[in-house]
Nanobody, 111 residues
Framework: QVQLVESGGGLVQPGGSLRLSCAAS????????MNWYRQAPGKQREFVAS???????NYRDSVKGRFTISRDNAKNTVYLQMNSLKPEDTAVYYC?????WGQGTQVTVSS
């Protein structure tokens, strides 16, 4: 069964940090790019970051320098380290690969 399972979301104050994890089935991790998207209330889902199987990364402009995507191929897991969080980062964060989506994890940045 193909699965993407996110974890690590929560409530954090502005300027704080969180690390999201996405554990993937081996069949959709090996050799494929892994992506993070997010969707804020009332807004469309948007791309956040991606990492290829070879480790090449890409970010949306608004998170460059604050977010870091990485992957552990031995654990079939992709991470999103989020630093200097802002209220506008509040959203449900989703892991995506190939054609599969995870269930999402809520990130709330508020004082």
């Amino acid at each position: 069964q193909v699965q993407l399972v996110e974890s690590g979301g929560g409530l954090v104050q502005p300027g704080g940090s969180l690390r999201l994890s996405c554990a993937a089935s081996g069949s959709i991790f090996s050799g494929h790019a892994m992506n993070w998207y997010r969707q804020a209330p009332g807004k469309q889902r948007e791309f956040v970051a991606s990492i290829t199987s070879g480790g090449i990364t890409n970010y949306r402009d608004s998170v460059k320098g604050r977010f870091t995507i990485s992957r552990d191929n031995a654990k079939n897991t992709v991470y999103l380290q989020m630093n200097s969080l802002k209220p506008e980062d509040t959203a449900v964060y989703y892991c995506y690969s190939v054609v599969y989506w995870g269930q999402g994890t809520q990130v709330t940045v508020s004082s």
